[in-house]
Each structure stands twice: as structure tokens, then as C-alpha cells.
T-cell receptor, first 113, second 113 residues
């Protein structure tokens, strides 16, 4: 069974600074997707970034980038130039092509003005 | 382009009652998944519907059942409610079962007294 672990229940960052959220996962599959989702207090989960395991290049989306280490089964999220609107719960998730979408327990990110 | 919509947004039930939650997927999506998110935790997969059939199921008892209609909308039914069923119930849709990217609704907050 797939598992996703986020070892940082809470993180904080100063506005305009950079923060990295950690995620490790366990899967027996060779091909899969990895995701970071954001859940603000409004509750709606929003996709931040997606990585396909067969791609070695790390995904980037504007201020968001990942460090994907397939051998180590690590998938960290880096947020650059943090903004107040980045404050939210962040969930790491893995998916075996729709067979088993698994979320981690989440990291609560606070952004300090 | 309407996103995923869920109803009701909030509801309160008592133990032993039954509840039905509804979800309309994003336009163009034919697959609907349901998740239970307890307070402070990551979403837990309940089941996925595709072509009006339950395609896969998580570790939830038979009290949790669902349905998908020809227009791809879906219902989640929970019978014999327990206090532990209190949670945010999230509906997510995807273009196909295998795309690996979920679009979420805002959820239905169920409180069982």
C-alpha cells in the first residue's frame, strides 16, 4: 500500500522569504504521480504542482518548485517569495494513475508579515 | 466553466440517522471520487465512481455507499451515523479515472450529535 508522510505538522515563514515543506512516500510502483495540494481556510483543495515520476526534471509553477528524489522517495515543495496568501494547509499526495490516491497528514504553513 | 459543486455545505444530524451528500463534477469530467477529511487530518479515500459504477473503494464500512448518475453527478450516502462520521466530505472529479489530477469541491461539513 502507498503511504505518504509529512514530518512537519507546522511551519512558518516570513513574508518574501523562502520555505521548504518536506514529504516522503512509499510505493512499490515505478510510475506514479506526486502532487502538492493547498487547502486554505475556505476549505477548497487547490492543486499547487504535479510531478510525474518518470520525468527527472523537477516541476516548477511560478514561485513553487519541487525537489523530487525518486531513489530516496522524497518530494519537497519550495515556496519562494512567500506571500500572505500562501498561508494554508499543504498536503502531499501520491497516485498510481488513478488506482490509489493517497494524501499525507498535511503541514500548516503560516506566513508572518 | 463551473467547477466541482457540492451540497449541502453544512448539515447536522443525530446518531443513527442517514445522510445524502451531492456532487456535480467539473464540466467535461466523468469520474467522481469521495474523500472524508477529519479535523486536522488529510483526506481519506472513500470510493471512486466511473461509468455509473464503483470502480474502487477505500477502507470504509458498507454504511458508506454511493451512486453516479448518467450526467456524471454523484451522491454519497451514509447510514446509521456515528459520532466519528463527523468530518468534511470532499468530492473530487477528474477527466478520466487515470489522469491522476483531482479537482475538488468546497466540501460538505457533517456534524453528528
Amino acid at each position: 500500500a502507498q503511504t505518504v508522510t509529512q514530518s512537519q505538522p507546522e511551519m512558518s515563514v516570513q513574508e518574501a522569504e523562502t520555505v521548504t515543506l518536506s514529504c516522503t512516500y512509499d510505493t512499490s510502483e515505478s510510475d506514479y504521480y506526486l502532487f502538492w495540494y493547498k487547502q486554505p481556510p475556505s476549505r477548497q483543495m487547490i492543486l499547487v504542482i504535479r510531478q510525474e515520476a518518470y520525468k527527472q526534471q523537477n516541476a516548477t509553477e511560478n514561485r513553487f518548485s519541487v525537489n523530487f528524489q525518486k531513489a530516496a522517495k522524497s518530494f519537497s515543495l519550495k515556496i519562494s517569495d512567500s506571500q500572505l496568501g500562501d498561508a494554508a494547509m499543504y498536503f502531499c499526495a501520491s497516485d498510481n494513475y488513478g488506482q490509489n490516491f493517497v494524501f499525507g497528514p498535511g503541514t500548516r504553513l503560516s506566513v508572518l508579515p | 466553466d463551473a467547477g466541482v459543486t457540492q451540497s449541502p455545505t453544512h448539515l447536522i444530524k443525530t446518531r443513527g440517522q442517514q445522510v445524502t451528500l451531492r456532487c456535480s463534477p467539473k464540466s467535461g469530467h466523468d469520474t467522481v471520487s469521495w474523500y472524508q477529511q477529519a479535523l486536522g487530518q488529510g483526506p481519506q479515500f472513500i470510493f471512486q465512481y466511473y461509468e455509473e459504477e464503483e470502480r474502487q473503494r477505500g477502507n470504509f464500512p458498507d454504511r458508506f455507499s454511493g451512486h453516479q448518475f448518467p450526467n456524471y453527478s454523484s451522491e454519497l450516502n451514509v447510514n446509521a451515523l456515528l459520532l466519528g462520521d463527523s468530518a468534511l466530505y470532499l468530492c473530487a472529479s477528474s477527466i478520466t479515472p487515470d489522469t491522476g489530477e483531482l479537482f475538488f469541491g468546497e466540501g460538505s461539513r457533517l456534524t453528528v450529535l
